[in-house]
């Protein structure tokens, strides 16, 4: 029977909030912090064109886990993250909400070589800016 991975939330001695990866036994495989912030930002951004933020190349010899994303600006932006050239999912800030971030369940594998893209898009009539930032960590292969 296969083993089963789930991933798990728990305090540490110091009472910090942890995330791991543990197996049915509840033994830790791996941590998944501390994390990398890979961050990126766009100043001028026209209206209606997607502009790249922050793109991330997955080096030979590693897996990438991304954990979560995280966007503004200064504008209602629409945030899309891509793997490779296909759209993986989307998010909307707005003027109520002007920081928007997701942090997964369970992290997205990425392989050797393919490239994670957060990308914007606004309709505004002037340029704007925009942040975005990629979380997430490496293990070799």
Do not use: C
């Not at 033994?27 to 790249?52: C, H, K, M």
């Not at 933020?53 to 629409?78: E, I, Q, R």
Request: aromatic letters at 16%; proline letters at 4%; glycine letters at 8%.
């Amino acid at each position: 029977m296969a083993e089963i991975y789930r991933y798990s939330s728990f305090s540490d001695n110091t009472g910090s909030p942890k995330r791991a990866l543990v197996d049915s036994k509840r033994r830790v495989i791996f941590s998944l912090w501390p994390v990398t912030f890979y961050p990126g930002e766009q100043s001028n951004i026209p209206s209606g064109a997607d502009y790249s933020l922050v793109s991330y190349t997955v080096p030979s010899n590693y897996k990438f886990y991304l954990v979560g994303w995280t966007g503004t600006g200064s504008a209602d932006g629409v945030f899309t993250l891509y793997k490779n050239s296909t759209k993986i999912l989307e998010g909307r800030n707005s003027v109520a909400q002007r920081n928007i971030s997701d942090y997964f369940n369970f992290p997205a594998e990425f392989h050797a070589g393919d490239v994670i893209t957060l990308k914007v898009r606004h309709f505004r009539s002037d340029t704007q800016s925009f942040f975005g930032a990629l979380v997430g960590f490496s293990i070799m292969e």
